[in-house]
């Protein structure tokens, strides 16, 4: 008679090679899916390390292992946590650290990051690729850790492995100390409002320090290198040189791209960069193509595009203003650490904005094109040599009257 499967797996959904996988990596499966296209997580219940809660903050010294689990495959996710790194240096200096991500971007995103020694790209939809999934989590499963950070709120996902996972200690956000499964649980009143200073924020409580000043968290950056920031200006040069406009300053890169609603159409992009070019005459433009390659802006501008993330750092670093809309690519160009504005039509603006000084947000609902331009220019005056001469929108429309009477 054959011998019934072990505790740790009972679901008959799974064929019998992923139920042994989900055995051999400590995955208890249990009964009630009723549809086998679920997700693994919701018929699974992993195979958690008990963990207990500690009262006392998180030590100063001794902890030189650290994880950040953060599965995510966005490009905007995973930049936000390069000041969580910072902070995690400079409290833990000569520690490191590893980061769990999801696709490849972390990998390009964290490059130059000394301190960073691992970082573990689960596959997108890791479900669906089941032995890749395990046999990476069963790798990092694998070491004990002094430290493992889960700096989301609210993801059952990041939540889940970090009870998987084995560390010393164990930080999180959780309104439910004793239920979280967390050394140091942190109420999700510590978090804050922007992404960028809530694994920060977390941190910080952690570690028992006073609050704070708002701007006194740690920048975005992905730093790049000298040689990667040549580089970027040697393509602008060329590009530029190209075509009819001048390589001198100002020079404005625009990402027309986003997902779904935040997308502004062609129409309102051109009709934004009209408006711009009256009132900017000298700025030259510079389109950064999006992944899929092609131009949102008409092919009409000199363009950039690499489907590699630093590169495209590099190239941003190159410009005096980035002009982007709600995306990854506004966190990137703020990570190159160049003035970047974003435009936000659907976001919150306080949760997502362009992080730190020199950067800002600006919500166009109610905004013609025209008008956003205007707004534009009038926040970056200085940058873009307009801070004399009549005021923007009287010569806008002057402009506009001259354009329209000429023969």
Same mark, same amino acid.
């Given at each position: $008679? !054959?011998?019934?499967? #072990?505790?740790?797996? !009972? %679901?008959?959904?799974?064929? #019998?090679?992923?139920? !042994?996988?989900?055995?051999?990596?400590?995955?208890?499966? *249990?009964?009630?899916? /009723?549809?086998?296209?679920?997700?693994? *997580? @919701?018929?699974?219940?992993?195979? /958690?390390?008990?963990?207990?809660?500690?009262?006392?903050?998180?030590?100063?010294?001794?902890?030189? @292992?650290i994880l950040i689990c953060r599965p995510n495959h966005r490009l905007g996710n995973t930049i936000l946590l390069t000041p969580l790194i910072s %902070?995690?240096?400079?409290?833990?200096k000569g520690a490191e650290i590893d980061v769990i991500s999801e696709g490849g971007i972390a990998k390009e995103v964290f490059a130059s990051f000394f301190s960073v020694q691992n970082v573990y790209c689960l596959p997108k939809r890791g479900f669906k690729h089941p032995f890749p999934f395990l046999r990476l989590l069963r790798r990092v499963r694998g070491t004990q850790y002094d430290l493992v950070i889960d700096p989301c709120v609210g993801s059952g996902f990041s939540r889940a492995l970090t009870r998987?996972? @084995?560390? *010393?200690?164990?930080?999180?956000?959780?309104?439910?100390p004793n239920r979280a499964g967390l050394t140091h649980a942190a109420p999700i009143d510590v978090a804050g409002q922007h992404m960028a200073r809530r694994p920060v924020n977390l941190l910080r409580w952690a570690l028992a320090l006073e609050s704070t000043q708002p701007d006194s968290a740690p920048m975005l950056d992905i730093r790049l290198t000298d040689a %990667?920031?040549?580089n970027g200006r040697r393509a602008i040069i060329q590009l530029l040189s190209e075509s009819r406009q001048t390589t001198s300053p100002p020079v404005v890169g625009v990402f027309a791209?986003? *997902?779904?609603?935040?997308?502004?159409? $062609?129409?309102?992009?051109?009709?934004?960069?009209?408006?711009?070019?009256?009132?900017?005459?000298t700025a030259s433009i510079l389109e950064l193509i999006p992944m899929h390659g092609r131009s949102m802006l008409g092919a009409e501008w000199p363009a950039y595009y690499s489907s590699d993330i630093r590169r495209m750092g590099a190239v941003m670093a190159g410009v005096d203003l980035m002009i982007t809309a709600d995306c990854g690519v506004m966190h990137l160009a703020v990570a190159s650490r160049t003035a970047t504005i974003g435009m936000f039509c659907v976001t919150d603006e306080s949760v997502y904005a362009p992080y730190g000084q020199g950067n800002c947000p600006l919500r166009t609902p109610g905004l013609t094109a025209r008008q956003a331009a205007c707004r534009v220019v009038e926040t970056y005056a200085r940058l873009l040599g307009r801070e004399a001469g009549p005021p923007v929108h009287a010569r806008l429309d002057a402009l506009s009257l001259r354009q329209t009477l000429a023969p």
């Open positions: $008679m !054959q011998a019934a499967l #072990p505790p740790l797996v !009972q %679901e008959t959904h799974f064929p #019998p090679c992923i139920r !042994q996988l989900c055995q051999w990596h400590g995955i208890r499966c *249990t009964r009630g899916a /009723q549809r086998p296209s679920l997700p693994l *997580t @919701r018929r699974c219940r992993l195979n /958690q390390i008990p963990t207990s809660r500690c009262d006392t903050p998180l030590p100063r010294k001794g902890i030189f @292992r %902070e995690l240096e400079r409290h833990y998987l996972l @084995r560390g *010393t200690y164990k930080l999180g956000f959780s309104d439910k %990667e920031l040549a791209n986003a *997902t779904g609603d935040k997308r502004y159409p $062609m129409p309102w992009w051109q009709e934004f960069i009209d408006a711009f070019k009256l009132l900017c005459p």
